[in-house]
DNA sequence: CAGCTATATCGATGATTGTCAATGTATGTG
DNA sequence: CACATACATTGACAATCATCGATATAGCTG
């Protein structure tokens, strides 16, 4: 006889009330994150999920008074302006990096903070 | 007169050396991580660019033994077990859960250390 | 062996994304 | 005013992705 005392989602389709069918995914576990805070944290991570995003934000952490604008980070990434603006669009409505325009130019930093709370959504888990 | 003493690329096509380049885009600052590394790194992600994902993560740490088999996860997730399985496959090759099959089901659980590596990539931009 | 179960893989499809050229907007210069 | 510069926005296109149904694989049961 092969016993399996982890899974009892298998067979036929069961009659679960929500309430019943909330309960069993959890067997004595941890409460897990909700659908809605699983796309809150998506989206910071989708922001991350470029190499030239993340370049960028090396690029701005490294720089000069924490802070570049835009003709300094087209070069070094070989794409064009306005892809890079359309990046650090990303970047910034996700929270992590900081837009302040100074005459002509647009200078982006980190958003002070913004790395540790980014962490903070992996460790809590 | 209005005077930008941050930004050296603008104007009229300048004629560098590769290492002149090189050298021009951090000035005095912090060297910044290179194509390679940044694709490495948005890899990892990617992995976790996506809201199901962050959930498979989470149900996987918060369940009982620190694992869960796929039909475990397909109900919470309201996913097809295709779906499930092709998303638990993306956080593998990341390099995030461990798989190990048991007979007919296959379980995961967290890489030991896994989070705290990816968090490292993070800070150490 | 035949049948069932848990999982993986394949193929297709609609949605999202990264990139660019072209254009728009605002600011500074003469 | 006319012109140049720094940046943002738009529209288009190819590439990638998330999801599903169908199918394949592998282990267990009788």
Redesign the interface.
């Known amino acids: 006889m ?1 016993v ?1 005392n ?2 009892m ?2 067979g036929q389709t069961l009659e679960l009330t929500a309430v019943e ?1 909330e309960a ?10 909700d ?1 809605y805070e ?2 809150l ?2 989206s910071v ?2 922001a ?8 960028l ?3 701005v ?5 924490g ?3 835009v ?2 980070l ?3 990434l070989n794409l064009g302006q306005p892809t890079v603006s359309h990046h650090l669009k990303i970047l910034v409505d996700a929270g992590l990096l900081h837009r302040e325009k100074r ?1 002509t ?1 647009a ?1 982006y930093s980190l958003v002070p903070g913004a ?1 540790e709370r ?2 903070g959504l ?2 809590s ?1």
Do not use: V
Not at 48 to 55: F, G, K, S, V
Not at 61 to 65: A, F, Y
């Open positions: 092969y399996h982890g899974c989602n298998s069918a069993c995914c959890e067997p004595s576990g941890q409460p897990s994150i659908d699983a796309q944290r998506a991570f989708k991350l999920a470029d190499p030239n995003r993340l370049r934000l090396s690029i952490k490294g720089s000069e008074g802070e570049a604008c003709c300094d087209t070069e070094p005459g130019w200078y790395i980014t962490t992996l460790e888990l």
